[in-house]
C-alpha cells in the first residue's frame, strides 16, 4: 500500500487502527487504497474519511505548509482535516486524516469542461497554491498558457496511446 514497499499492508492497518484508537475515530470496517494522490499514498477508511500519508520525505515541507493552511483558511472550502501529524511516532511518515467528500475529482471530469470553467478552477487553484506553497517569487501566471499547454499534452499522449485513460487521469 506505500509506495516503495516501506510499510508491508499488515503494518499499516495495524497503525491505521492505533491511529483511529488514539483519535477515537471509531473502528476501522473497511480500508482501500484510492488511486490519486501526487506525494501521497491516499487510503478510503470506512467511506468516511481519507488517510493521506506523505510518502516522498522530499515533499514533507509542502505537507506541513498544506496543513497549516488548512489550520489557518477553515473558510475555504475543502476537505475537514481531522487528524494531522508531523512525529511520526505512529506512522514512520507525516500524515493527516481529512472527512471524505463524495463525488468526482477534478481528473475525472478536466476534459469534459469548457475553456472558461477551466479557467476558473485554475485561478482558484493557483491562489491556493501560492498560499500553501508561498512562492519567493511573485511572477503572474498565464492561465491561458498553462491550460494550452496541458490540454496540447494531453491530447497528444491520448493520441499517441502514450498512457492509459486512467495514468493520464493520474497525472
Not at 71 to 88: A, E, G
Amino acid at each position: 500500500i506505500i509506495k516503495g514497499g516501506k510499510m508491508k499492508q499488515i503494518e499499516l492497518i495495524d497503525s491505521i487502527e492505533k491511529i483511529f484508537n488514539y483519535y477515537g475515530l471509531g473502528i476501522i470496517k473497511s480500508c482501500s487504497e484510492l488511486k490519486q494522490g501526487f506525494n501521497r499514498s491516499v487510503i478510503d477508511i470506512n467511506g468516511i474519511y481519507v488517510l493521506k500519508i506523505c510518502v516522498n520525505q522530499e515533499n514533507e515541507l509542502g505537507i506541513k505548509r498544506e496543513i497549516e493552511f488548512y489550520k489557518h483558511n477553515q473558510c475555504i472550502y475543502f476537505p475537514k482535516l481531522i487528524v494531522s501529524d508531523t512525529s511520526k511516532k505512529i506512522l514512520p511518515f507525516i500524515y493527516t486524516i481529512e472527512k471524505k467528500i463524495n463525488g468526482k475529482n477534478l481528473f475525472d471530469i478536466w476534459l469534459n469542461i469548457d475553456q472558461k470553467e477551466k479557467e476558473e478552477i485554475l485561478c482558484k487553484l493557483v491562489e491556493i497554491l501560492k498560499k500553501i506553497h508561498k512562492p519567493v517569487s511573485s511572477k503572474e501566471y498565464n492561465i491561458l498558457e498553462i491550460l494550452e499547454k496541458f490540454d496540447t499534452l494531453c491530447k497528444k499522449n491520448i493520441a499517441k496511446n502514450i498512457f492509459s485513460l486512467e495514468e493520464i487521469r493520474y497525472l
